[in-house]
């Protein structure tokens, strides 16, 4: 019998943990299998809604083609980048040459990661928003790079505090990652917002890195970009997504925008990583970019619907909450007795009710005193948390 090898994993994953909701959801698996429970859960962000019927109609039409099964550019076929440039040019009103300035990624998740790898050196520092998506400091801590996070908190509209992040000094900061709509807090930006991160970068020469995946959903009447902001081309980079806009979560395609000198570099490091995505899959994302205006007016009666049902669960918890948000989820403060602990929050309203809601502190400290709601869920499920919550939470 072969003598067992001891090989130590790379010192690059010391201090990053398992996904949070890879961990807790198994935990959750686990306790229903033993006990019999049913926990609705109210946490992940993954869109339930399918996409439009023409995206899939598209799809299964290009996938029998006999000639679209072999590997594709690297840079993503002409018909998607195009795609994306019309969509940039009509949504956003931003002009992009779809041969250099576009390009597409398997996921904007992995585009983090890829921009990280892309342009961070061991020890260069980035802003990092808290809260915030946990992928951004997990990225910069495998690129390499050193997190330097900066608060998001109802004092300052959820928006940076650019006086602050100065004072707090800015030697060795090379990026700053950006996301609005902001996810965990709901808070919608505004061109002068925009404006302000684009001049910030500018002034320190810092890389922006700002990522738009929510600009659609419960904020249809007012998508922007960051690249509108005057002199963004020169200092920002901007992802964006089908996933939540579109509904095509699992269908990986997103896109990364700046100048071509960029894209360039992201391309180098990509092309190593990855190969092109299937062509059906950038045919059918072509159909979905070119839906109008009905497409997310539909989309959103149904999110609308959600969130006053999830307006009602949250006053049922006794928690306080912004009006107005934008996303796939509710943003909202513990209860009067619970400040500062979400998790405990977290675990009592699940031990109590069989409703996981996500603490906030798994976005960063300045989480801690919050919850978050998905939307992406039936009103029905939200009506039966609530239900249950009604019951059982403060009896």
């Not at 994953?13 to 109210?42: C, H, M, N, P, V």
Request: net charge negative.
């Amino acid at each position: 019998m072969a003598k067992a090898v001891n090989i130590a994993r790379s010192h690059r994953l010391d201090g990053i943990g398992e996904y949070y909701f890879s961990r807790r959801l198994r935990e959750l698996s686990e306790l229903e299998a033993s006990t019999g429970r049913q926990i609705i859960k109210l946490a992940m962000g993954s869109p339930d809604l399918p996409p439009h019927r023409s995206v899939i109609d598209r799809l299964a039409k290009e996938a029998q083609r006999p000639d679209v099964h072999k590997y594709m550019s690297y840079k993503g076929e002409p018909i998607l980048r195009k795609a994306f440039a019309d969509w940039y040019g009509k949504w956003y009103r931003t002009e992009l040459d779809y041969n250099s300035e576009v390009l597409p990624l398997i996921g904007s998740k992995e585009g983090i990661m890829h921009i990280c790898m892309t342009f961070l050196d061991p020890g260069d520092k980035v802003l990092v928003p808290n809260p915030g998506y946990p992928t951004y400091s997990a990225a910069v801590r495998l690129a390499g790079g050193e997190m330097l996070p900066y608060a998001l908190n109802k004092e300052t509209n959820f928006y940076p505090d650019f006086e602050a992040i100065e004072r707090a000094g800015l030697d060795g900061v090379k990026m700053m990652l950006v996301n609005y709509p902001n996810m965990p807090t709901g808070q919608t930006p505004t061109p002068e917002l925009f404006q302000r991160i684009i001049d910030f970068g500018a002034r320190h020469n810092i890389l922006i890195v700002h990522d738009n995946p929510y600009s659609f959903i419960r904020n249809a009447a007012h998508p922007i970009s960051i690249m509108e902001a005057d002199g963004a081309r020169e200092v920002a980079l901007e992802m964006n997504s089908l996933s939540k806009a579109h509904s095509m979560a699992g269908w990986r395609v997103g896109v990364v925008v700046g100048k071509k000198e960029w894209i360039d570099s992201i391309l180098t490091f990509k092309s190593n990583m990855d190969s092109g995505m299937f062509y059906p899959i950038q045919a059918a994302a072509d159909t979905a970019l070119a839906l109008g205006e009905d497409w997310f007016r539909e989309l959103n009666a149904i999110y609308y619907g959600r969130e006053k049902q999830a307006y009602a669960l949250l006053d049922a918890l006794g928690c306080r909450y912004r009006k107005n948000q934008a996303g796939l989820f509710v943003w909202a403060e513990l209860p009067e007795g619970y400040e500062g602990d979400s998790f405990a929050f977290s675990d009592e309203v699940i031990d109590k009710c069989d409703v996981f809601l996500t603490p906030g502190g798994i976005f960063g400290s300045e989480g801690r005193n919050y919850i978050r709601i998905t939307l992406c869920c039936p009103e029905e499920l939200l009506r039966r948390a609530t239900d249950n919550v009604v019951a059982k939470f403060r009896k």
